[in-house]
Protein backbone atom coordinates (compact mmCIF):
# COMPACT_ATOMS: atom_id res chain seq x y z
CA UNK A 1 0.00 0.00 0.00
CA UNK A 2 1.42 3.45 -0.97
CA UNK A 3 0.40 6.15 1.83
CA UNK A 4 0.50 9.89 0.80
CA UNK A 5 0.72 12.97 3.32
CA UNK A 6 -1.72 16.07 1.88
CA UNK A 7 -2.13 17.29 5.06
CA UNK A 8 -0.87 16.40 8.83
CA UNK A 9 -1.45 18.71 10.98
CA UNK A 10 -3.95 20.15 13.86
CA UNK A 11 -4.14 23.89 12.36
CA UNK A 12 -3.23 25.84 9.20
CA UNK A 13 -0.74 27.87 8.46
CA UNK A 14 1.04 28.59 4.90
CA UNK A 15 3.03 25.33 6.15
CA UNK A 16 1.22 23.57 7.70
CA UNK A 17 -2.07 22.05 6.37
CA UNK A 18 -5.29 20.12 8.50
CA UNK A 19 -5.59 16.32 7.92
CA UNK A 20 -5.89 14.39 4.87
CA UNK A 21 -4.05 10.90 3.89
CA UNK A 22 -4.11 8.70 0.29
CA UNK A 23 -3.84 5.40 0.06
CA UNK A 24 -2.90 4.28 -3.47
CA UNK A 25 -4.40 7.57 -4.07
CA UNK A 26 -8.03 6.54 -4.06
CA UNK A 27 -8.81 6.18 -0.28
CA UNK A 28 -8.49 9.65 1.51
CA UNK A 29 -8.29 9.28 5.39
CA UNK A 30 -10.36 12.93 6.56
CA UNK A 31 -10.71 15.62 4.34
CA UNK A 32 -8.83 18.49 5.76
CA UNK A 33 -6.82 19.43 2.69
CA UNK A 34 -7.76 17.15 0.15
CA UNK A 35 -8.37 20.05 -2.45
CA UNK A 36 -5.74 22.96 -0.74
CA UNK A 37 -3.68 19.88 -1.55
CA UNK A 38 -4.50 18.00 -4.09
CA UNK A 39 -4.51 19.21 -8.07
CA UNK A 40 -7.96 18.61 -9.53
CA UNK A 41 -7.07 15.64 -11.94
CA UNK A 42 -6.06 13.94 -8.42
CA UNK A 43 -9.14 15.40 -6.88
CA UNK A 44 -11.49 13.20 -9.73
CA UNK A 45 -9.42 9.74 -9.03
CA UNK A 46 -10.08 9.51 -5.30
CA UNK A 47 -13.05 6.59 -4.90
CA UNK A 48 -14.21 7.21 -1.24
CA UNK A 49 -12.80 9.55 1.63
CA UNK A 50 -13.37 7.83 5.29
CA UNK A 51 -14.25 10.60 7.54
CA UNK A 52 -12.89 10.16 11.00
CA UNK A 53 -15.29 12.36 12.83
CA UNK A 54 -16.85 15.89 11.78
CA UNK A 55 -14.81 18.94 13.12
CA UNK A 56 -13.82 21.43 10.49
CA UNK A 57 -10.63 20.36 9.91
CA UNK A 58 -11.02 17.06 9.29
CA UNK A 59 -14.12 17.62 6.91
CA UNK A 60 -13.86 21.39 5.20
CA UNK A 61 -12.48 20.71 2.15
CA UNK A 62 -15.03 17.92 1.48
CA UNK A 63 -17.25 21.07 0.38
CA UNK A 64 -15.12 22.45 -2.42
CA UNK A 65 -14.29 18.42 -3.32
CA UNK A 66 -17.82 17.55 -4.34
CA UNK A 67 -17.84 21.26 -5.95
CA UNK A 68 -14.79 20.17 -8.74
CA UNK A 69 -15.86 16.50 -9.00
CA UNK A 70 -19.66 18.06 -9.54
CA UNK A 71 -18.22 19.91 -12.87
CA UNK A 72 -16.05 16.90 -14.06
CA UNK A 73 -19.10 14.94 -13.67
CA UNK A 74 -16.69 12.60 -11.61
CA UNK A 75 -18.60 9.20 -10.06
CA UNK A 76 -20.55 9.60 -7.23
CA UNK A 77 -17.91 9.73 -4.39
CA UNK A 78 -18.48 7.66 -1.33
CA UNK A 79 -17.76 9.95 2.04
CA UNK A 80 -18.06 7.10 4.69
CA UNK A 81 -18.33 7.66 8.63
CA UNK A 82 -20.01 6.42 11.61
CA UNK A 83 -23.79 7.19 11.62
CA UNK A 84 -23.47 10.13 13.94
CA UNK A 85 -20.93 11.44 11.75
CA UNK A 86 -22.82 11.42 8.50
CA UNK A 87 -26.26 13.11 10.36
CA UNK A 88 -23.75 16.18 11.58
CA UNK A 89 -22.82 16.25 7.77
CA UNK A 90 -25.88 16.04 6.09
CA UNK A 91 -27.67 18.30 8.96
CA UNK A 92 -25.07 20.95 9.22
CA UNK A 93 -22.84 20.38 6.34
CA UNK A 94 -24.07 19.73 3.08
CA UNK A 95 -27.77 20.84 4.24
CA UNK A 96 -28.63 23.79 1.38
CA UNK A 97 -27.40 26.60 3.74
CA UNK A 98 -23.89 26.19 4.73
CA UNK A 99 -23.37 24.31 0.98
CA UNK A 100 -25.46 22.84 -1.29
CA UNK A 101 -26.63 19.25 -0.93
CA UNK A 102 -24.46 17.36 -2.57
CA UNK A 103 -26.06 14.08 -2.70
CA UNK A 104 -29.44 15.40 -4.50
CA UNK A 105 -26.91 17.44 -7.19
CA UNK A 106 -26.84 16.99 -9.77
CA UNK A 107 -29.73 14.19 -9.26
CA UNK A 108 -30.39 12.10 -6.82
CA UNK A 109 -29.95 8.95 -9.01
CA UNK A 110 -26.62 10.37 -10.35
CA UNK A 111 -25.24 12.42 -7.16
CA UNK A 112 -22.10 13.99 -6.61
CA UNK A 113 -21.53 12.43 -3.25
CA UNK A 114 -22.46 9.06 -1.77
CA UNK A 115 -22.94 7.87 2.31
CA UNK A 116 -22.11 4.95 3.40
CA UNK A 117 -22.58 4.38 7.14
CA UNK A 118 -19.75 2.32 9.22
CA UNK A 119 -20.46 0.11 12.18
CA UNK A 120 -18.35 0.11 14.75
CA UNK A 121 -16.39 -3.17 14.45
CA UNK A 122 -18.13 -3.99 11.77
CA UNK A 123 -15.66 -4.72 8.76
CA UNK A 124 -16.62 -2.31 5.80
CA UNK A 125 -15.83 -2.59 2.06
CA UNK A 126 -15.10 1.02 1.29
CA UNK A 127 -13.39 1.58 -2.24
CA UNK A 128 -11.74 -1.09 -2.53
CA UNK A 129 -10.46 -1.68 0.98
CA UNK A 130 -11.88 -3.72 4.15
CA UNK A 131 -12.15 -0.83 6.88
CA UNK A 132 -12.46 -1.87 10.27
CA UNK A 133 -14.02 1.28 12.59
CA UNK A 134 -13.15 1.59 16.30
CA UNK A 135 -14.92 4.48 18.13
CA UNK A 136 -12.12 6.62 20.09
CA UNK A 137 -11.99 9.06 22.86
CA UNK A 138 -12.38 12.66 21.92
CA UNK A 139 -15.25 15.67 22.29
CA UNK A 140 -17.73 14.27 19.23
CA UNK A 141 -18.23 10.57 18.30
CA UNK A 142 -14.85 9.64 16.38
CA UNK A 143 -13.52 6.96 14.66
CA UNK A 144 -10.40 5.49 14.06
CA UNK A 145 -9.75 3.04 11.16
CA UNK A 146 -8.08 -0.01 10.76
CA UNK A 147 -7.28 0.18 6.87
CA UNK A 148 -6.73 -3.34 4.71
CA UNK A 149 -5.22 -3.36 1.68
CA UNK A 150 -3.89 -6.81 -0.21
CA UNK A 151 -0.54 -6.36 1.47
CA UNK A 152 -1.27 -5.69 4.94
CA UNK A 153 -3.00 -2.89 6.87
CA UNK A 154 -3.00 0.54 8.29
CA UNK A 155 -3.64 1.49 11.40
CA UNK A 156 -5.12 4.97 11.97
CA UNK A 157 -5.80 6.63 15.70
CA UNK A 158 -8.31 9.22 14.89
CA UNK A 159 -8.57 12.69 16.72
CA UNK A 160 -8.31 11.29 20.69
CA UNK A 161 -7.05 11.23 24.30
CA UNK A 162 -6.57 8.11 26.45
CA UNK A 163 -8.23 5.16 25.08
CA UNK A 164 -8.62 1.53 25.02
CA UNK A 165 -10.81 -0.24 22.47
CA UNK A 166 -7.94 0.84 19.53
CA UNK A 167 -5.40 -0.85 21.07
CA UNK A 168 -7.32 -3.87 21.52
CA UNK A 169 -8.02 -3.91 17.88
CA UNK A 170 -4.70 -3.15 17.03
CA UNK A 171 -3.28 -6.07 19.16
CA UNK A 172 -5.67 -8.43 17.30
CA UNK A 173 -4.31 -7.25 13.75
CA UNK A 174 -2.17 -9.83 12.41
CA UNK A 175 -0.53 -7.67 9.39
CA UNK A 176 -0.03 -3.66 10.54
CA UNK A 177 2.55 -2.08 8.64
CA UNK A 178 1.99 1.10 10.43
CA UNK A 179 -0.15 3.20 12.81
CA UNK A 180 -0.80 6.54 12.33
CA UNK A 181 -0.95 8.64 15.54
CA UNK A 182 -2.14 11.57 16.81
CA UNK A 183 -0.34 13.86 19.25
CA UNK A 184 -1.33 17.90 19.42
CA UNK A 185 0.03 19.88 22.29
CA UNK A 186 2.99 19.52 24.62
CA UNK A 187 3.11 18.44 27.76
CA UNK A 188 2.94 21.79 29.73
CA UNK A 189 -0.42 21.99 28.29
CA UNK A 190 -1.85 19.04 29.49
CA UNK A 191 -5.21 21.05 30.39
CA UNK A 192 -5.61 22.04 27.00
CA UNK A 193 -5.17 18.46 25.78
CA UNK A 194 -7.19 16.78 28.18
CA UNK A 195 -10.23 19.16 27.60
CA UNK A 196 -10.11 18.69 24.19
CA UNK A 197 -9.38 15.09 23.81
CA UNK A 198 -5.97 14.48 22.40
CA UNK A 199 -2.37 13.46 23.41
CA UNK A 200 0.37 15.19 24.51
CA UNK A 201 3.55 13.40 23.85
CA UNK A 202 3.19 12.04 27.76
CA UNK A 203 -0.46 10.79 27.20
CA UNK A 204 0.30 9.52 24.13
CA UNK A 205 3.91 7.48 25.36
CA UNK A 206 1.23 5.59 28.08
CA UNK A 207 -1.30 4.73 25.49
CA UNK A 208 1.40 3.12 23.37
CA UNK A 209 2.33 1.15 26.14
CA UNK A 210 -0.99 -0.61 25.47
CA UNK A 211 0.02 -1.96 22.20
CA UNK A 212 1.62 -5.19 22.00
CA UNK A 213 4.02 -4.46 18.75
CA UNK A 214 4.46 -0.57 18.99
CA UNK A 215 8.56 -1.40 19.31
CA UNK A 216 8.60 -2.83 15.97
CA UNK A 217 6.10 -0.77 14.23
CA UNK A 218 6.74 2.38 12.27
CA UNK A 219 4.43 5.19 14.29
CA UNK A 220 3.90 7.76 12.58
CA UNK A 221 2.63 11.36 14.17
CA UNK A 222 0.04 13.64 13.03
CA UNK A 223 -2.39 16.53 14.02
CA UNK A 224 0.61 18.59 16.12
CA UNK A 225 -0.71 22.11 16.74
CA UNK A 226 1.45 24.21 14.25
CA UNK A 227 2.06 26.78 17.24
CA UNK A 228 3.26 23.89 19.48
CA UNK A 229 5.43 22.12 16.59
CA UNK A 230 8.64 22.11 17.48
CA UNK A 231 8.07 21.85 21.37
CA UNK A 232 5.89 18.66 20.89
CA UNK A 233 8.89 17.25 18.47
CA UNK A 234 11.43 17.92 20.85
CA UNK A 235 9.51 15.66 23.56
CA UNK A 236 8.53 13.04 21.56
CA UNK A 237 11.84 12.51 20.04
CA UNK A 238 12.72 12.39 23.86
CA UNK A 239 10.58 9.15 24.32
CA UNK A 240 12.69 6.24 24.35
CA UNK A 241 11.93 2.79 23.03
CA UNK A 242 9.73 3.60 20.11
CA UNK A 243 9.54 4.04 16.59
CA UNK A 244 8.22 7.81 16.39
CA UNK A 245 8.71 9.86 12.94
CA UNK A 246 6.85 13.09 12.95
CA UNK A 247 5.00 13.76 8.92
CA UNK A 248 5.41 16.04 7.03
CA UNK A 249 3.90 17.33 4.21
CA UNK A 250 4.22 15.53 0.98
CA UNK A 251 5.52 12.18 2.85
CA UNK A 252 5.46 9.05 1.08
CA UNK A 253 5.01 5.60 1.89
CA UNK A 254 5.80 2.04 0.44
CA UNK A 255 4.48 0.01 3.16
ZN1 LIG B 1 -11.42 16.80 16.42
ZN1 LIG C 1 -8.58 17.52 14.45
Redesign the pocket.
Known sequence: MELRVIGCH?GETPRHR??AFLVDDVLAI?A?SLTSGLEVADQAKLRAVLV??A?L??IRDLATLADNRCQLHCEPLTIAGTRETLRILKKHFFNNLLWPDFASIPSTDEPTIRYLELKPDKPTEVGGYEVRTVLVD?TIETASFIVKGSDGSIGYSG?TGPTERLWKALNEEPNLRALMM?V?FPNREQKLATVSG?HTPRTMAKDLAKFKAIKDLPTLLY?IKPVFQAEVEKECAALPGLNLQVLQLLDHFVL
Open positions: GTCDGSHHDHHDESHH
